[in-house]
């Protein structure tokens, strides 16, 4: 089993004391807008290793024989 990291996609939302729920949370403009971009780097990360390992040129390819 592996594992990638991807730094665009790993982010600190500072919702400690700010009393919000979930629905606060996603409605708040700046929280919402780190978590959507968060998620597109996230999304496009795992599209880009998809398709290196289609291709036969990503990371598990080169490490694990």
Excluded at 20 to 28: N, R, T
Excluded at 29 to 50: D, K, M, R
Aim: proline share 3%; no cysteine; hydrophobic share 50%.
């Amino acid at each position: 089993m592996s594992a990638r990291i991807v730094d665009e996609a790993s982010i600190a939302v500072p919702v400690l004391g700010a009393r919000l729920d979930e629905a606060g949370i996603v409605s708040h403009p700046a929280i919402s807008a780190v978590l959507s971009e968060a998620l597109l780097a996230f999304q496009a990360a795992i599209a880009s290793y998809q398709a290196e390992d289609a291709a036969g040129t990503g990371w598990r390819m080169k490490h694990e024989h």
